[in-house]
């Protein structure tokens, strides 16, 4: 009910509610498919509606990002594929022999859909940050709360992909009323899962939530006062920042600063510090430990350190004192240097 307020009526929170009927909707038709209320004919028809989630999240995600809805020409590269499956699944059912076969082929599209999209959003948040280099789940440890969210989307999304793998090929081993059944009953369980889950991120999560007296998207850029900076400047400046600080580590250095930044690359200060602020929401001291403790995270894997003192990498990795490295570790793992180090010892 929060999101029906005028005060949270913003695009990416309107997307939200239409995701989140989406799921009643997806649980009143696998009910309906549960106790055999529905044709084989009309339960590939329903098929095509699971197709929906992933380009519907798709846009919600990039609204939440960019504050704005995805350009017509994405928008029409998502359609089309719906709108050609909706005929190729119409074909199928009009002939009883057919059905079956289409039911598993667009279940086979289906699932494909829910393993692609998290992959497509996680490249567009990687874009968005001017990440070249790091792999697609690393993107997410920027701002973790506030793309809390995002991440629930996108692992939800993979681990259905899963289920729907599972339903729809299991029949060539199991019995197809067992086989169908037992996943109708996972898929609902797990959307009443999933929606409650999303709504106790938006209780206690604000952050998470696009206000409509303000300016949305997750950078939100907010210009300095009388600043000429515009958001695309910001952030190919952006761009520059992570390129310089994964080439050429100067994180490394404890005594480095934001004015030795812009120095190395040429670009005033005040420039930097609001793309730091203003379209990054970090400051500069948060945005280099970051990279400092995710160079201590590497190191805890290197077996050549295993029995080198923490705070000797801490100090190696550019902290210079042990309160600041210990708050910054707790502040963006959400658990202490040791605990990491021996999680990441026993998954390797």
Not at 33 to 61: G, H, K
Not at 75 to 85: D, R
Not at 235 to 260: F, G, T, W
């Amino acid at each position: 009910m929060m999101l029906l307020t005028r005060r949270f009526r913003s695009l990416p929170n309107i997307l939200l509610m239409v995701i989140l009927a989406g799921i009643v909707v997806f649980n009143i038709l696998n009910s309906l498919i549960l106790n055999d209320l529905v044709t084989e004919q009309a339960r590939l028809m329903f098929s095509v509606v699971y197709l929906l989630p992933p380009p519907l999240i798709y846009t919600y995600w990039y609204t939440y990002i960019h504050g704005k809805v995805p350009p017509k020409p994405t928008v029409i590269s998502h359609l089309i594929p719906l709108f050609f499956l909706l005929l190729v699944s119409l074909t199928f059912a009009l002939s009883e022999r057919m059905v079956k076969a289409g039911l598993i082929l667009i279940g086979e599209i289906t699932t494909l859909y829910h393993l692609v999209y998290p992959l497509l959003m996680l490249n567009l948040l990687k874009s968005f940050y001017g990440i070249s280099k790091k792999g697609l789940g690393e993107v997410l440890k920027f701002r973790s709360e506030k793309t809390t969210i995002l991440k629930i989307f996108a692992f939800a999304m993979i681990f259905h992909s899963l289920v729907f793998f599972m339903q729809y090929n299991s029949p060539l081993i199991f019995p197809s009323y067992l086989h169908l059944h037992t996943f109708m009953k996972i898929q609902i369980f797990f959307m009443i899962v999933l929606q409650y889950l999303i709504t106790w991120v938006i209780i206690t999560m604000p952050v998470v939530i696009h206000f409509s007296d303000k300016r949305i998207g997750l950078a939100a850029f907010k210009k300095y006062e009388h600043s000429s900076l515009s958001c695309d400047e910001a952030k190919r400046i952006a761009v520059k920042l992570n390129s310089h600080m994964e080439s050429s580590k100067p994180y490394q250095n404890p005594l480095y600063s934001v004015q030795d930044l812009s120095r190395d690359l040429e670009i005033s200060y005040l420039d930097v510090a609001e793309t730091l602020n203003g379209l990054l929401g970090q400051s500069f001291n948060d945005y280099i430990n970051n990279y400092r403790i995710e160079e201590v995270k590497r190191l805890f894997r290197e077996p050549d350190y295993n029995k080198v003192p923490i705070l000797s990498i801490a100090f190696e990795s550019g902290f210079n004192s042990k309160a600041a490295f210990y708050s910054s570790f707790k502040k963006f793992t959400r658990e202490t240097p040791t605990q990491c180090r021996n999680r990441l010892h026993t998954d390797s």
